[in-house]
């Protein structure tokens, strides 16, 4: 899809058709029939965390949390969705639909909702793994991740962030496209009720066929 037709397929607020056109050709992505160079650039203030999954041995609950920005079209139209997934537990802790990609409508609300799900005041040593997007590295974002010693990590490659990517699959392809969805109202309902579903109903066989929430209530049966 050339940049002009993805301007008006996502329209994204704050920017004009010109100028997205223009981001692109900066940033390489446009289509052309011989690439004239490789070199990639951050000259837009791209932030860059250590990848600290690597080699990690992920034994218990809020340990780690993975993170990732999905779209859903609906009658033509790119909405997005932000989850964020207990690595150890499999249990969805956050997550956000959002008409827009900035962070104050997508990874922080997303963040926002697993603290509180999970009553959580102080997280000192949590590794928050996601992507090198920008909604991970805003400001807006490390002012919630900094005071509470998370530790933000970032996959270079999208294997290393495979976790995430998995659900987003499971999310789209297995509850969102079989029931169908026609407008963004739906779409929230349908996300909330495919979070719930996920959660209390999915047996994982990495969990011993039991579900994200029931084995995070025999964890904690264990511990007490």
Known sequence: MNLRDIYF???PPGIGRDRFEQLGRELGLQVSKQRLWTRTTDSYGVKR?????????????NQ??????TYYEVDGRFYYLTFIQD?????IVGHSVSKNLSTEQTTLPALKMALKKRQINTVSGLILHSDGGGQYYSDAFLAVTRPLNIINSMCKEAPENGMAERLNGVI?????????????????KRVDR????????KPHRSLGRETPNEFEKKLTVTEN
Do not use: A
Request: positive net charge; proline residues 2%; glycine residues 4%.
């Open 9 to 11: 397929k996502m329209r």
């Open 49 to 61: 965390f250590d990848n600290y999954l690597k080699g990690l041995v992920i034994d218990r609950i």
């Open 64 to 69: 780690v949390w993975q993170t990732d920005i």
């Open 87 to 91: 690595s150890f537990s499999k249990v």
């Open 172 to 188: 789209k392809n297995n509850y969102l496209k079989p029931r169908g969805v026609n407008s963004y109202i739906e779409l929230q």
């Open 194 to 201: 495919t979070v719930y579903l996920y959660n209390h109903e």
